[in-house]
């Protein structure tokens, strides 16, 4: 069966560094959009970054832009954010999502587009 598997969150002080990965497994990883969300509690799941299929093109929300870079190694099923200059509104619980999409020049940040889903990776920025 298709699976998402995130890691690399943790605590981390504002100004700091966190790379995340999400590790895919049961599909044809090559011919799938990746997206990144996070959630607060109580707030709505949002996007953050997504990638095309073939890697590229790729999307930013403007809250990230200029510090979170998107990457695949199709070789691996993986992908990565590099998260540069955490604020503490950055803190939330990270999701990466696949869709199958080889053909979509675009990728989406809409959480609806999406049908698989992993089960999320704590980022907690904070002095």
């Known amino acids: 069966q298709s699976q998402l598997v995130e890691s690399g969150g943790g605590l981390m002080q504002p100004g700091g560094s966190l790379k995340l990965s999400c590790a895919t497994s049961g599909f044809t990883f090559d011919y799938y959009v990746i997206a990144w969300f996070r959630q607060i509690p109580g707030k709505e799941r949002e996007g953050v970054s997504c990638i095309s299929a073939s890697g590229d093109s790729a999307d930013y929300a403007d809250s990230v832009k200029g510090r979170f870079t998107i990457s695949r190694d199709n070789a691996k099923n993986t992908v990565y954010l590099q998260m540069n200059s955490l604020k503490p509104e950055d803190t939330g619980a990270y999701f990466c999502?696949?869709?199958?999409?080889?053909?979509?020049?675009?990728?989406?940040?809409?959480?609806?587009?999406?049908?698989?889903w992993g089960q999320g990776t704590q980022v907690t920025v904070s002095l």
């Open positions: 999502a696949a869709n199958w999409g080889p053909y979509w020049s675009i990728c989406p940040m809409v959480p609806g587009r999406y049908h698989y």
